[in-house]
């Protein structure tokens, strides 16, 4: 993708009219590294009890996270960074439920007016007469009603606040919420405004997987930090623009942590990992190459584990593995990204008695088969090139964000749909409300398809990875192929969002609604 690529490169910086004023980039390589222990985010506690909205006599728990203005650092050798976020710190609170246990969740807009990241008024949501400083919550992953969902027009400024019912109506899983305002996405997040909410269920509590201190989140988001420890987000070279295609930053964060290292006993660890990053992709390993168990995905545990040294994780997605140290006492290893160390592990001397399991069959996962479709849609991921002043887009289905709502899947139905991608990037394809299934992915001819309207095949179908065959949310549609997802429209009539999870996509324009109809 060339306008990403030269909004990134290397040099890209100092061009930038704002870096020219701003001190320069921080050089993770040239800190001190592994000097910071892990923060583990606290958990949210309720500040009450309040009625339920859909049964008034039922007291359920309430709680408060507003979102404001705070500072923390990084690194021991970095000054304090102003975040925005959730309850003061970055990643916020982690709510923790259990299944089918209700929750109102208030969510308080605190922060200042005026926006301190580079708001683009030409992109659409984000115009001038909008307030600079909205928010909206969504939980990513969760089985909510439309009204608290987070739609992202419903966002609402400093000084206002929306109270939200999460039913949790679901199976166990590593779900994350995150700031979903129209047009200003990309940055309200980078700010800081994302943390987890872990759903729990007796099915998970049956396997005995690590817990306690032994449960380890990892939330890793990467950040371009300066060296007066603030937060940098690039703006396009393009006369007039601001928007960049695509965000990456050297600076990864592993809960707000650069380089941190984690303390850990030679026994099994569960760490329940999201990338909560813009745009960046990972690819996780152990520098002694060790083994990992991946035993879930998004949406909760796979049927059994799957090893693996080497973890893919798109932004949105989230991976739940299982790390057994026993066999690696008094070692130090290195967590790393494509070969680049970011979490130090330090094994103790001292063995330990692992109260823990690691079951081979960890739940049931039904296949849904092809034949419960009701529906098969073919929707094109696209990317429209630059023309004169207007950066580059990218579309779903050729459509931009207005345009009237065209799928329609009607509740209690299944559909597949083939996200056909003529882009030359992969698009992590979230669906708001919904579990689905992949079914595979193959390879076409984009040219044909692009300049002669001709469909056409040029590989065999792959199914998907052993790690990607359970209930996902987030699917990672190829460059140059067709992803097949099946997805039974299960919840709730109304309207929701699909969209890309690379954020500066999804800001312009790679997000559309669409609408659960009654049967
Ligand atoms: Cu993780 Cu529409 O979001
Ligand atoms: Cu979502
Ligand atoms: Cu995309």
């Given at each position: 993708?060339?306008?990403?690529?030269?909004?990134?490169?290397?040099?890209?910086?100092?061009?930038?009219?704002?870096?020219?004023?701003?001190?320069?980039?921080?050089?993770?390589?040239?800190?001190?590294?592994?000097?910071?222990?892990?923060?583990?985010?606290?958990?949210?506690?309720?500040?009450?009890?309040?009625?339920?909205?859909?049964?008034?006599?039922?007291?359920?728990?309430?709680?408060?996270?507003?979102?404001?203005?705070?500072?923390?650092?990084?690194?021991?050798?970095?000054?304090?960074?102003?975040?925005?976020?959730?309850?003061?710190?970055?990643?916020?609170?982690?709510?923790?439920?259990?299944?089918?246990?209700?929750?109102?969740?208030?969510?308080?807009?605190?922060?200042?007016?005026?926006?301190?990241?580079?708001?683009?008024?030409?992109?659409?949501?984000?115009?001038?007469?909008?307030?600079?400083?909205?928010?909206?919550?969504?939980?990513?992953?969760?089985r909510v009603p439309p009204?608290?969902d987070?739609?992202?027009?419903?966002?609402?400024?400093?000084?206002?606040?929306?109270?939200?019912?999460?039913l949790?109506d679901q199976d166990?899983?590593?779900?994350?919420?995150?700031?979903?305002?129209?047009?200003?996405?990309?940055?309200?997040?980078?700010?800081?405004?994302?943390?987890?909410?872990?759903?729990?269920?007796?099915?998970?509590?049956?396997?005995?997987?690590?817990?306690?201190?032994?449960?380890?989140?990892?939330?890793?988001?990467?950040?371009?930090?300066?060296?007066?420890?603030?937060?940098?987000?690039?703006?396009?070279?393009?006369?007039?623009?601001?928007?960049?295609?695509?965000?990456?930053?050297?600076?990864?964060?592993?809960?707000?942590?650069?380089?941190?290292?984690?303390?850990?006993?030679?026994?099994?660890?569960?760490?329940?990992?999201?990338?909560?990053?813009?745009?960046?992709?990972?690819?996780?390993?152990?520098?002694?190459?060790?083994?990992?168990?991946?035993?879930?995905?998004?949406q909760?545990?796979?049927?059994?584990?799957?090893?693996?040294?080497?973890?893919?994780?798109?932004?949105?997605?989230?991976?739940?593995?299982?790390?057994?140290?026993?066999?690696?006492?008094?070692?130090?290893?290195?967590?790393?990204?494509?070969?680049?160390?970011?979490?130090?592990?330090?094994?103790?001397?001292?063995?330990?008695?692992?109260?823990?399991?690691?079951?081979?069959?960890?739940?049931?996962?039904p296949k849904v088969l092809e034949s419960a479709a009701v529906k098969t849609r073919?929707?094109?991921?696209?990317?429209?090139?630059?023309?004169?002043?207007?950066?580059?887009?990218?579309?779903?289905?050729?459509?931009?964000?207005?345009?009237?709502i065209?799928e329609k899947p009607a509740l209690g139905t299944t559909e597949i749909w083939?996200?056909?991608?003529?882009?030359?990037?992969?698009?992590?394809?979230?669906l708001h409300l919904v579990r689905l299934q992949?079914?595979?992915?193959?390879?076409?001819?984009?040219?044909?398809?692009?300049?002669?309207?001709?469909?056409?095949?040029?590989?065999?179908?792959?199914?998907?990875?052993?790690?990607?065959?359970?209930w996902?949310d987030?699917?990672?549609?190829?460059?140059?192929?067709?992803?097949?997802i099946i997805v039974p429209f299960d919840g709730y009539p109304g309207r929701y969002?699909w969209?890309?999870?690379?954020?500066?996509?999804?800001?312009?324009?790679?997000?559309?609604?669409y609408e659960i109809v009654k049967a």
């Open positions: 993708m060339k306008a990403g690529l030269l909004a990134t490169a290397p040099g890209f910086e100092a061009a930038d009219e704002s870096s020219r004023r701003d001190p320069p980039l921080i050089r993770p390589e040239k800190l001190q590294a592994f000097v910071d222990p892990l923060p583990i985010p606290p958990l949210a506690k309720k500040t009450g009890t309040r009625p339920s909205p859909t049964k008034r006599s039922v007291q359920v728990p309430y709680y408060r996270l507003p979102i404001h203005e705070f500072a923390c650092k990084v690194h021991r050798d970095v000054p304090a960074t102003r975040f925005w976020g959730y309850g003061g710190s970055m990643p916020g609170p982690t709510i923790e439920v259990r299944r089918g246990e209700e929750i109102l969740v208030e969510w308080p807009n605190e922060l200042p007016r005026k926006h301190f990241l580079p708001i683009d008024n030409k992109i659409m949501g984000a115009e001038r007469d909008k307030p600079e400083v909205r928010t909206v919550v969504h939980l990513h992953g969760g009204e608290s987070g739609y992202p027009e419903n966002w609402y400024e400093s000084g206002k606040s929306a109270i939200y019912h999460y949790n166990a899983a590593l779900l994350w919420y995150h700031d979903h305002a129209m047009g200003i996405n990309r940055l309200n997040v980078l700010a800081g405004m994302l943390g987890l909410y872990v759903v729990r269920d007796v099915l998970e509590d049956s396997l005995n997987l690590p817990k306690g201190g032994q449960e380890i989140p990892l939330v890793i988001t990467d950040r371009m930090i300066r060296e007066d420890g603030q937060l940098h987000y690039p703006v396009s070279r393009r006369p007039g623009g601001i928007w960049v295609p695509e965000f990456f930053g050297d600076a990864v964060l592993l809960n707000g942590k650069l380089l941190p290292y984690l303390d850990v006993e030679p026994q099994r660890y569960r760490f329940r990992i999201l990338n909560g990053s813009n745009g960046r992709f990972y690819h996780l390993a152990l520098s002694d190459n060790g083994p990992m168990q991946q035993i879930g995905t998004d909760g545990l796979l049927s059994a584990p799957v090893k693996l040294s080497l973890l893919t994780i798109a932004p949105g997605e989230r991976l739940d593995v299982v790390i057994d140290f026993a066999d690696r006492a008094g070692e130090t290893i290195v967590l790393q990204n494509d070969a680049v160390g970011i979490m130090q592990i330090r094994v103790g001397r001292t063995r330990v008695n692992d109260p823990s399991s690691l079951p081979q069959k960890l739940r049931p996962i073919r929707l094109t991921l696209d990317e429209v090139d630059t023309i004169l002043d207007d950066p580059m887009v990218h579309l779903l289905d050729g459509k931009r964000w207005h345009e009237p065209s083939e996200l056909v991608n003529t882009t030359d990037d992969t698009h992590p394809i979230h992949v079914l595979d992915r193959r390879s076409f001819d984009v040219p044909a398809f692009l300049y002669e309207k001709k469909f056409k095949y040029t590989s065999e179908a792959i199914p998907p990875d052993a790690n990607e065959t359970g996902k987030t699917v990672r549609a190829a460059p140059g192929a067709v992803t097949r969002v969209h890309c999870h690379i954020l500066e996509h999804e800001d312009n324009e790679m997000m559309r609604p």
